[in-house]
Protein backbone atom coordinates (compact mmCIF):
# COMPACT_ATOMS: atom_id res chain seq x y z
CA UNK A 1 0.00 0.00 0.00
CA UNK A 2 1.52 3.71 -0.67
CA UNK A 3 2.54 5.33 2.14
CA UNK A 4 1.15 9.13 1.68
CA UNK A 5 2.64 12.41 2.66
CA UNK A 6 0.51 12.48 5.45
CA UNK A 7 -1.83 10.00 7.45
CA UNK A 8 -4.98 12.28 9.46
CA UNK A 9 -4.78 11.17 12.93
CA UNK A 10 -7.80 9.46 14.59
CA UNK A 11 -9.37 7.68 17.84
CA UNK A 12 -10.62 5.08 18.38
CA UNK A 13 -13.58 4.72 16.76
CA UNK A 14 -15.47 3.96 20.27
CA UNK A 15 -13.69 6.87 22.17
CA UNK A 16 -15.74 9.12 19.39
CA UNK A 17 -18.67 7.36 18.89
CA UNK A 18 -19.03 7.54 23.10
CA UNK A 19 -17.63 11.54 22.66
CA UNK A 20 -20.92 12.41 20.15
CA UNK A 21 -23.42 9.90 22.11
CA UNK A 22 -25.01 12.92 23.92
CA UNK A 23 -25.89 14.73 20.36
CA UNK A 24 -27.87 11.84 19.75
CA UNK A 25 -29.90 12.73 22.91
CA UNK A 26 -29.94 16.29 23.10
CA UNK A 27 -30.03 16.70 18.76
CA UNK A 28 -27.85 20.07 19.67
CA UNK A 29 -25.87 19.86 16.04
CA UNK A 30 -24.63 23.42 15.79
CA UNK A 31 -24.67 27.30 16.94
CA UNK A 32 -21.92 26.98 19.78
CA UNK A 33 -23.53 23.42 21.14
CA UNK A 34 -21.65 21.89 24.13
CA UNK A 35 -18.55 20.17 22.32
CA UNK A 36 -18.35 23.36 20.39
CA UNK A 37 -17.77 25.21 24.49
CA UNK A 38 -15.79 22.09 25.47
CA UNK A 39 -13.22 22.47 22.61
CA UNK A 40 -12.87 26.19 22.92
CA UNK A 41 -12.63 25.53 26.72
CA UNK A 42 -10.01 23.25 26.30
CA UNK A 43 -8.05 24.62 23.49
CA UNK A 44 -7.58 27.80 25.68
CA UNK A 45 -6.17 25.92 27.58
CA UNK A 46 -3.66 23.71 25.95
CA UNK A 47 -2.90 26.89 23.71
CA UNK A 48 -2.18 29.29 26.78
CA UNK A 49 -4.53 31.68 25.50
CA UNK A 50 -7.37 34.14 26.82
CA UNK A 51 -9.31 34.45 23.94
CA UNK A 52 -10.33 32.03 21.00
CA UNK A 53 -13.22 31.59 18.32
CA UNK A 54 -13.45 28.32 16.66
CA UNK A 55 -14.60 28.30 13.11
CA UNK A 56 -15.39 26.31 10.46
CA UNK A 57 -11.94 25.82 8.99
CA UNK A 58 -8.61 28.12 9.19
CA UNK A 59 -9.22 30.33 5.86
CA UNK A 60 -12.61 31.61 7.09
CA UNK A 61 -10.91 31.95 10.40
CA UNK A 62 -8.49 34.29 8.61
CA UNK A 63 -10.81 35.78 6.66
CA UNK A 64 -13.20 36.71 9.15
CA UNK A 65 -10.19 38.20 11.83
CA UNK A 66 -9.72 40.69 8.94
CA UNK A 67 -13.01 41.23 8.36
CA UNK A 68 -13.28 42.09 12.29
CA UNK A 69 -10.51 44.10 12.41
CA UNK A 70 -12.07 46.22 9.94
CA UNK A 71 -9.48 47.49 7.45
CA UNK A 72 -9.63 50.15 4.86
CA UNK A 73 -10.31 48.89 1.54
CA UNK A 74 -6.89 48.54 -0.75
CA UNK A 75 -4.64 48.37 2.56
CA UNK A 76 -1.43 46.89 1.86
CA UNK A 77 -0.47 43.62 3.68
CA UNK A 78 2.96 42.73 3.69
CA UNK A 79 2.77 38.86 3.93
CA UNK A 80 5.45 35.92 1.91
CA UNK A 81 4.13 33.51 -1.25
CA UNK A 82 6.00 30.59 -0.14
CA UNK A 83 2.90 29.79 2.01
CA UNK A 84 0.00 27.91 0.83
CA UNK A 85 -2.42 29.62 -1.41
CA UNK A 86 -5.31 30.09 1.32
CA UNK A 87 -3.03 33.25 2.94
CA UNK A 88 -2.83 35.35 -0.12
CA UNK A 89 -6.35 34.85 -1.17
CA UNK A 90 -7.51 35.33 2.38
CA UNK A 91 -6.18 39.42 1.62
CA UNK A 92 -7.16 39.46 -1.55
CA UNK A 93 -10.75 38.44 -0.98
CA UNK A 94 -11.09 40.97 1.97
CA UNK A 95 -10.41 43.67 -0.38
CA UNK A 96 -6.68 44.07 0.67
CA UNK A 97 -3.43 44.28 -1.30
CA UNK A 98 -0.56 41.25 -0.97
CA UNK A 99 2.97 43.03 -0.78
CA UNK A 100 4.93 39.78 -0.97
CA UNK A 101 8.16 39.97 1.08
CA UNK A 102 11.17 37.56 0.71
CA UNK A 103 11.93 34.80 3.15
CA UNK A 104 14.84 33.55 5.04
CA UNK A 105 17.02 30.65 3.82
CA UNK A 106 17.13 28.76 6.82
CA UNK A 107 13.34 28.16 8.03
CA UNK A 108 11.34 29.80 5.18
CA UNK A 109 9.94 32.63 7.40
CA UNK A 110 9.57 35.90 6.34
CA UNK A 111 13.05 37.85 6.32
CA UNK A 112 12.53 40.84 8.59
CA UNK A 113 15.18 42.84 7.47
CA UNK A 114 12.73 43.66 4.74
CA UNK A 115 10.06 44.20 5.70
CA UNK A 116 10.68 48.12 6.63
CA UNK A 117 11.27 48.39 2.75
CA UNK A 118 8.22 47.19 1.91
CA UNK A 119 6.14 49.53 4.01
CA UNK A 120 4.26 52.34 2.32
CA UNK A 121 1.22 55.16 3.69
CA UNK A 122 -1.32 52.51 2.53
CA UNK A 123 0.64 49.03 4.92
CA UNK A 124 -2.27 48.18 7.13
CA UNK A 125 -0.69 44.68 8.64
CA UNK A 126 1.57 41.73 8.15
CA UNK A 127 0.49 38.42 8.16
CA UNK A 128 4.02 36.09 8.44
CA UNK A 129 3.69 32.22 7.92
CA UNK A 130 5.11 29.95 10.59
CA UNK A 131 6.16 27.59 7.66
CA UNK A 132 6.35 24.17 8.70
CA UNK A 133 5.73 25.26 12.09
CA UNK A 134 9.06 27.06 11.99
CA UNK A 135 8.17 30.22 14.30
CA UNK A 136 9.20 33.49 12.75
CA UNK A 137 11.29 36.06 14.12
CA UNK A 138 8.52 37.34 16.14
CA UNK A 139 10.66 39.94 18.20
CA UNK A 140 11.32 41.56 14.94
CA UNK A 141 7.89 41.80 13.44
CA UNK A 142 6.41 42.90 16.56
CA UNK A 143 8.98 45.92 16.79
CA UNK A 144 8.62 46.73 13.19
CA UNK A 145 4.97 46.96 13.43
CA UNK A 146 4.64 49.00 16.47
CA UNK A 147 7.29 50.98 14.98
CA UNK A 148 4.56 51.67 12.34
CA UNK A 149 1.23 51.46 14.15
CA UNK A 150 0.61 47.96 11.87
CA UNK A 151 -1.33 44.87 12.84
CA UNK A 152 0.24 41.30 13.15
CA UNK A 153 -1.71 38.47 11.83
CA UNK A 154 0.42 35.50 12.31
CA UNK A 155 -0.82 32.63 10.03
CA UNK A 156 -0.12 29.38 12.75
CA UNK A 157 -1.74 27.23 10.25
CA UNK A 158 1.23 24.77 10.70
CA UNK A 159 2.64 25.56 14.04
CA UNK A 160 0.00 24.00 16.64
CA UNK A 161 1.45 23.14 19.82
CA UNK A 162 4.68 24.83 19.41
CA UNK A 163 6.60 26.66 21.95
CA UNK A 164 9.10 29.47 22.29
CA UNK A 165 10.89 29.58 25.82
CA UNK A 166 7.73 28.59 26.74
CA UNK A 167 5.43 30.93 25.32
CA UNK A 168 2.27 29.26 23.00
CA UNK A 169 2.66 29.95 19.15
CA UNK A 170 -0.81 31.75 19.69
CA UNK A 171 0.11 34.37 21.59
CA UNK A 172 2.76 36.40 19.51
CA UNK A 173 1.13 39.58 17.60
CA UNK A 174 -2.21 40.93 18.04
CA UNK A 175 -4.08 37.27 16.23
CA UNK A 176 -3.09 33.64 15.08
CA UNK A 177 -4.86 31.66 12.54
CA UNK A 178 -4.89 27.88 13.00
CA UNK A 179 -6.01 25.17 10.84
CA UNK A 180 -7.75 21.96 12.13
CA UNK A 181 -7.64 20.86 8.44
CA UNK A 182 -7.73 16.84 8.53
CA UNK A 183 -4.20 17.27 7.79
CA UNK A 184 -3.08 19.01 9.77
CA UNK A 185 -0.80 18.23 13.03
CA UNK A 186 -4.37 18.76 15.24
CA UNK A 187 -7.65 18.35 13.41
CA UNK A 188 -11.38 18.73 13.40
CA UNK A 189 -11.50 16.70 10.45
CA UNK A 190 -12.29 20.64 8.68
CA UNK A 191 -12.37 23.10 10.95
CA UNK A 192 -10.31 25.77 12.00
CA UNK A 193 -9.39 28.91 14.96
CA UNK A 194 -8.22 32.40 15.71
CA UNK A 195 -6.84 33.44 18.73
CA UNK A 196 -6.51 37.03 19.43
CA UNK A 197 -5.31 39.79 22.25
CA UNK A 198 -7.84 42.01 22.10
CA UNK A 199 -11.10 40.88 23.95
CA UNK A 200 -13.34 43.31 22.38
CA UNK A 201 -12.86 41.08 19.27
CA UNK A 202 -14.86 37.80 20.88
CA UNK A 203 -18.43 39.38 20.34
CA UNK A 204 -17.54 40.56 16.88
CA UNK A 205 -16.52 37.44 16.18
CA UNK A 206 -18.92 35.43 17.24
CA UNK A 207 -21.24 37.79 14.85
CA UNK A 208 -19.38 37.73 11.81
CA UNK A 209 -19.48 34.14 11.78
CA UNK A 210 -22.89 33.80 12.06
CA UNK A 211 -24.52 36.10 9.24
CA UNK A 212 -24.16 39.19 11.73
CA UNK A 213 -26.41 37.98 13.38
CA UNK A 214 -26.59 39.79 17.22
CA UNK A 215 -29.62 38.67 19.57
CA UNK A 216 -32.82 37.35 18.68
CA UNK A 217 -34.22 39.73 16.84
CA UNK A 218 -31.15 42.16 15.10
CA UNK A 219 -28.45 41.60 12.56
CA UNK A 220 -25.93 43.78 13.29
CA UNK A 221 -23.26 42.73 10.28
CA UNK A 222 -22.99 41.20 6.82
CA UNK A 223 -21.56 38.61 8.16
CA UNK A 224 -21.03 35.04 6.09
CA UNK A 225 -21.50 31.15 7.83
CA UNK A 226 -18.65 30.15 9.23
CA UNK A 227 -18.98 28.11 12.78
CA UNK A 228 -17.70 24.65 13.65
CA UNK A 229 -20.65 22.20 14.45
CA UNK A 230 -20.35 19.52 17.16
CA UNK A 231 -19.38 16.54 15.33
CA UNK A 232 -16.28 18.50 14.16
CA UNK A 233 -16.10 19.85 17.79
CA UNK A 234 -16.20 16.21 19.30
CA UNK A 235 -13.44 15.08 16.67
CA UNK A 236 -11.28 17.98 18.05
CA UNK A 237 -12.30 17.02 22.04
CA UNK A 238 -10.75 13.31 21.46
CA UNK A 239 -7.89 14.17 18.95
CA UNK A 240 -6.51 16.85 22.00
CA UNK A 241 -6.91 14.00 24.35
CA UNK A 242 -3.87 12.34 22.30
CA UNK A 243 -2.21 15.08 20.62
CA UNK A 244 0.98 15.37 23.08
CA UNK A 245 1.08 11.46 22.42
CA UNK A 246 1.09 12.34 18.49
CA UNK A 247 3.32 15.22 18.67
CA UNK A 248 6.33 12.55 20.05
CA UNK A 249 5.24 10.21 17.68
CA UNK A 250 5.98 12.17 14.58
CA UNK A 251 9.10 13.60 16.71
CA UNK A 252 10.27 9.81 16.48
CA UNK A 253 9.82 9.83 12.87
CA UNK A 254 11.79 12.98 12.45
CA UNK A 255 14.93 11.58 14.52
CA UNK A 256 15.07 9.02 12.15
CA UNK A 257 14.89 11.08 9.15
CA UNK A 258 17.40 13.55 10.37
CA UNK A 259 19.78 10.50 11.51
CA UNK A 260 20.05 9.15 8.37
CA UNK A 261 19.95 12.54 5.96
CA UNK A 262 21.88 15.14 7.69
CA UNK A 263 25.36 16.19 6.91
CA UNK A 264 24.60 14.62 3.10
CA UNK A 265 26.02 17.10 0.91
CA UNK A 266 23.15 18.63 -1.55
CA UNK A 267 20.30 17.73 1.14
CA UNK A 268 19.75 20.53 3.22
CA UNK A 269 17.54 20.06 6.57
CA UNK A 270 15.10 22.79 8.78
CA UNK A 271 17.52 23.51 11.60
CA UNK A 272 16.14 23.37 15.43
CA UNK A 273 15.16 26.69 16.10
CA UNK A 274 16.70 27.89 19.34
CA UNK A 275 14.73 27.80 22.43
CA UNK A 276 11.57 26.59 20.35
CA UNK A 277 9.39 22.91 21.14
CA UNK A 278 8.84 22.04 17.57
CA UNK A 279 5.51 19.85 16.43
CA UNK A 280 7.32 17.99 13.62
CA UNK A 281 4.00 19.54 11.46
CA UNK A 282 6.43 18.48 7.76
CA UNK A 283 9.72 16.98 6.98
CA UNK A 284 10.85 19.49 4.23
CA UNK A 285 13.77 18.36 2.61
CA UNK A 286 15.66 20.98 0.34
CA UNK A 287 18.17 19.57 -2.05
CA UNK A 288 20.72 21.73 -4.47
CA UNK A 289 19.20 21.02 -8.12
CA UNK A 290 22.52 19.47 -8.91
CA UNK A 291 24.22 16.24 -6.68
CA UNK A 292 20.52 15.62 -6.35
CA UNK A 293 17.09 16.75 -8.65
CA UNK A 294 13.65 17.65 -6.64
CA UNK A 295 11.74 16.35 -9.35
CA UNK A 296 13.33 13.19 -10.08
CA UNK A 297 13.53 12.28 -6.01
CA UNK A 298 9.65 12.66 -5.87
CA UNK A 299 9.72 10.80 -8.97
CA UNK A 300 11.61 7.49 -7.84
CA UNK A 301 9.87 7.91 -4.45
CA UNK A 302 6.60 7.80 -5.87
CA UNK A 303 7.71 4.25 -7.96
CA UNK A 304 8.06 2.96 -4.66
CA UNK A 305 4.80 4.19 -3.36
CA UNK A 306 6.05 6.76 -1.42
CA UNK A 307 4.15 10.21 -2.12
CA UNK A 308 5.92 12.95 -1.31
CA UNK A 309 4.70 17.06 -1.86
CA UNK A 310 6.26 19.78 -3.63
CA UNK A 311 5.17 22.18 -0.87
CA UNK A 312 5.08 25.17 -1.01
CA UNK A 313 5.56 25.23 -5.20
CA UNK A 314 4.12 27.03 -7.09
CA UNK A 315 4.93 30.38 -5.07
CA UNK A 316 1.24 32.06 -4.74
CA UNK A 317 2.72 35.15 -6.40
CA UNK A 318 2.62 32.96 -9.93
CA UNK A 319 -0.42 30.41 -9.72
CA UNK A 320 -2.30 31.52 -12.62
CA UNK A 321 -4.55 34.24 -10.77
CA UNK A 322 -2.12 36.36 -9.65
CA UNK A 323 0.69 35.52 -12.17
CA UNK A 324 1.71 38.66 -13.99
CA UNK A 325 -0.45 41.04 -11.35
CA UNK A 326 1.43 44.25 -10.43
CA UNK A 327 3.15 43.26 -7.30
CA UNK A 328 3.49 39.40 -7.84
CA UNK A 329 7.00 39.35 -9.96
CA UNK A 330 8.76 36.36 -8.65
CA UNK A 331 11.61 38.23 -8.91
CA UNK A 332 11.29 40.12 -6.34
CA UNK A 333 10.95 36.76 -4.01
CA UNK A 334 14.49 35.11 -5.39
CA UNK A 335 15.11 33.09 -2.07
CA UNK A 336 11.34 32.02 -2.10
CA UNK A 337 11.89 31.00 -5.96
CA UNK A 338 14.46 29.37 -5.88
CA UNK A 339 13.40 27.30 -2.41
CA UNK A 340 10.28 26.53 -4.19
CA UNK A 341 11.66 24.47 -7.00
CA UNK A 342 13.91 22.49 -4.68
CA UNK A 343 11.88 21.58 -1.77
CA UNK A 344 9.92 18.27 -1.14
CA UNK A 345 8.43 17.29 2.30
CA UNK A 346 8.47 13.59 2.95
CA UNK A 347 5.87 11.47 4.39
CA UNK A 348 5.46 12.67 8.32
CA UNK A 349 3.14 11.76 10.29
CA UNK A 350 2.68 9.44 13.58
CA UNK A 351 3.07 6.11 13.15
CA UNK A 352 5.57 6.17 10.17
CA UNK A 353 7.29 3.11 10.76
CA UNK A 354 11.34 3.36 10.91
CA UNK A 355 11.44 0.82 8.13
CA UNK A 356 9.31 2.98 5.74
CA UNK A 357 11.15 6.09 6.60
CA UNK A 358 14.72 3.75 5.83
CA UNK A 359 13.69 3.02 2.59
CA UNK A 360 12.50 6.53 1.84
CA UNK A 361 15.97 7.57 2.77
CA UNK A 362 17.58 4.95 1.10
CA UNK A 363 15.54 5.63 -2.22
CA UNK A 364 16.80 9.61 -1.67
CA UNK A 365 20.65 8.75 -0.97
CA UNK A 366 20.80 6.18 -4.26
CA UNK A 367 19.64 8.82 -6.39
CA UNK A 368 23.01 11.23 -5.95
C1 LIG B 1 -3.93 24.47 5.86
C2 LIG B 1 -3.48 25.87 5.69
C3 LIG B 1 -4.38 26.95 5.59
C4 LIG B 1 -5.85 26.78 5.42
O1 LIG B 1 -6.50 26.10 6.41
P1 LIG B 1 -7.87 25.32 6.12
O2 LIG B 1 -8.26 24.85 7.47
O3 LIG B 1 -7.58 24.22 5.17
O4 LIG B 1 -8.84 26.33 5.58
C5 LIG B 1 -3.85 28.22 5.55
N1 LIG B 1 -2.53 28.45 5.58
C6 LIG B 1 -1.64 27.45 5.64
C7 LIG B 1 -0.18 27.77 5.69
C8 LIG B 1 -2.09 26.12 5.68
O5 LIG B 1 -1.19 25.13 5.69
Known amino acids: ?96 KPVFCDINRDDYTIDVSQI ?32 YGLKVIYDAAHAFGVTKNGVSSACFGDASMFSFHATKVFHTVEGGAVCYSDEKLSPLLNDIKNFGIHGPEDVLYVGGNAKMGELHAAMGICNLRHIDEEIKKRGEADKRYRERLSGVEGIKLCARQDGVKPNYSYFPVLFDGEKFNRDDIAQRLAEKGFNTRKYFYPLTNSVSCYRGKPGCEVSKTPVAYQTANNILTLPMFAGLERESVDSICDCILSAK
Open 1 to 96: MAINVTRSSLPDFEEYCEEIKELWDSRWLTNNGVKHKQLEKELKKYLNVSNITLFTNGHLALENILEAMGFEEGGEVITTPFTFVSTTHAIVRSGL
Open 116 to 147: ESLITDKTVAVIPVHVYGNLCDTDAIEAIAEK
